[in-house]
């Protein structure tokens, strides 16, 4: 069983930066889908940035690219989503999530594990 533990959320204004974490339990860290995904009021949950832990690229969502970049540190099996140029549309909770057995790393259904969200909220 992974836990996921998600911190670093607050309020700023447009423009500002924040950095989210997700902290997974002891787990085979390295073969896992790791994603970070946001849920606005009334709206669907979408994937921001998903990756592979093992390494490789990341799969950004168009609305945050060139602004939000996610890393990992593996000896803390932590994985984190430094947001820049936040606008008042990023504004939602976002998640961590893991799965095993990822096949599009999109769809929030194919992850397994979920953090408990963090609220992030952009003013004008």
């Known amino acids: 069983q992974v836990q ?3 911190s670093g959320g607050g309020s700023v ?3 500002e930066s924040l950095r989210l974490s997700c902290a997974a ?3 085979p860290y390295n073969t896992l889908c790791m994603g970070w995904f946001r849920q606005a009021p009334g709206k669907e949950r979408e ?4 990756f592979f832990s093992r390494g490789g690229d990341t ?4 609305s945050v690219k060139g602004r939000f970049t996610a890393s990992q540190d593996n000896t803390k099996k932590t994985v984190y989503l430094m947001m820049n140029s936040l606008k008042p549309e990023d504004t939602a909770t976002y998640y961590c999530a893991a799965g095993r057995y990822v096949a599009d790393l ?3 259904r194919e992850y397994e594990y979920w953090g408990q969200g ?3 909220s952009v003013s004008p």
């Open 4 to 6: 996921l533990v998600e």
């Open 13 to 15: 204004q447009a423009g």
């Open 25 to 27: 339990s002891e787990f």
């Open 47 to 50: 994937g921001v940035a998903m």
């Open 59 to 62: 799969a950004y969502a168009d």
């Open 106 to 108: 999109t769809l929030p």
């Open 118 to 120: 963090t609220q992030v």
